[in-house]
């Protein structure tokens, strides 16, 4: 199984076969058309595309080529990823493709890639595997050449096929559209206008071939549909589904981008609350052991301090909370969880959503009863007594 690169371009210009093309190739491929299965592709009809073939299976398609005459072979997937699959891993619908060009990749002295050659096809109609004639050094099969569904005047009278062609280029203009976007932000937007295929079929097999996101088996599934309309509906659908996801792909990422500069502009907020805490402590105390102390401390009071006493509040509140905290002689473990909150607390504004939970959090560590210890009564009639009088019913 061959393992080919990314590499699919539209092949303009090219038709179906007609009924003396299908009956040469007939007669050239008597003797069975050879079958080269691919891993992780799908070639379509009027699409190009190219893959890697090792050397030796290279020479011997050309050998058997030129000795038959032939001019084509058959391209089909694999249902599996290993390098070597059996026939029954093979999907019995594939694409007769035209061999375009060779090229051995890589630079002089690299042996591992240039013991491969990469081979351009250009897919010119859908076939169907009827038996296996040959397996080794090639494989040869026996193929039926399957309708495409009808000529561009048929599809051209049909008003569905002609709609769903129309929504699906819209699709795939809004599609390229953003893309072009994207782009845009690193290389500047592309200006090539495309030039969309003329067949409904080709359209359809373009969606196929150029949406990354697709399994093997989709493409399969578009592959083997046999009419251009049922064609275009599943291509609709695929496009469809593809621009979704990356609509709610760029909802989320714009969602965690908002929230991530919400906690960054927070964070920065609190540095500041806190340096300017810091230094209105230290212009009190500066201002506490000046002559004039007492005229400034009433001017700044005057001036716009509830600020500062809502801050010398806080600051009381968690001096008075860390006081009662060391009082209740907290276990160790609970010390620990206290003084972490405490660190906490403090970096918090009064009206931080987090201060309130934080205080009474802390509040309830201080007013439990850590140290105290009451002598223990086993009296079950004076627990009973208790009980009836405190809870009725029990």
């Known amino acids: 199984v061959f393992t080919p690169p990314i ?81 029954a891993d093979l999907y019995d619908v594939g694409t007769l493709c035209r061999l375009v060009s060779n090229a051995v990749p890589g630079g002089d002295g690299d042996q591992i890639v240039s013991s491969r050659v990469r081979v351009v096809v250009e897919g010119r109609t859908r076939f169907r595997v009827l038996k296996y004639t040959q397996v080794e050094p090639l494989r040869l099969a026996s193929v039926e050449l399957l309708d495409e569904g009808g000529g561009a005047e048929s599809h051209d009278q049909d008003v569905a096929v002609r709609a769903l062609a129309q929504s699906v280029r819209e699709k795939m203009a809004e599609m390229l559209r953003g893309k072009q976007q994207d782009n845009s932000k690193g290389v500047g937007p592309s200006r090539r206008q495309f030039r969309w295929p003329s067949s409904p079929s080709a359209l359809a097999h373009l969606v196929g071939a150029t949406l990354v996101q697709l399994t093997v088996e989709e493409r399969q599934r578009l592959l083997e549909v046999s009419t251009a309309r049922e064609r275009l509906e599943m291509a609709l659908d695929l496009l469809q589904r593809e621009i979704e996801a990356k609509r709610m792909s760029s909802e989320i990422n714009s969602n965690i981008q908002k929230s991530r500069e919400v906690e960054l502009k927070q964070m920065l907020l609190q540095r500041q609350i806190q340096e300017v805490r810091k230094d209105l402590q230290r212009l009190r105390s500066k201002a506490h052991h000046s002559p004039e102390s007492s005229t400034s401390d009433q001017a700044s009071e005057s001036s716009g301090g509830g600020m500062e006493e809502d801050g010398e509040e806080a600051e009381d509140e968690v001096a008075r909370l860390a006081e009662r905290l060391s009082k209740a002689k907290l276990p160790e473990d609970a010390g620990r969880i206290a003084k972490r909150d405490l660190r906490r607390l403090r970096s918090l504004q009064p009206h931080h959503p987090e201060y309130t939970s934080t205080h009474s959090y802390l509040e309830l560590l201080a007013s439990l009863p850590w140290a105290q210890n009451t002598e223990d009564r086993f009296d079950l009639r004076e627990a009973k007594r208790m009980l009836d009088e405190d809870h009725k019913g029990l």
């Open 7 to 87: 590499s699919i371009t539209l092949a303009t210009g090219m038709a179906p076969l007609d009924n003396d093309e299908s009956a040469d190739f007939s007669a050239r491929v008597s003797n069975g058309l050879v079958i080269l299965p691919l891993r992780s592709q799908v070639i379509f009809p009027a699409i190009r595309g190219s893959f890697e073939l090792p050397k030796k299976i290279f020479e011997e398609v050309c050998n058997h080529l030129e000795r038959t005459g032939a001019t084509s072979i058959g391209v089909v997937a694999s249902r599996r990823s290993a390098k070597k699959s059996q026939l």
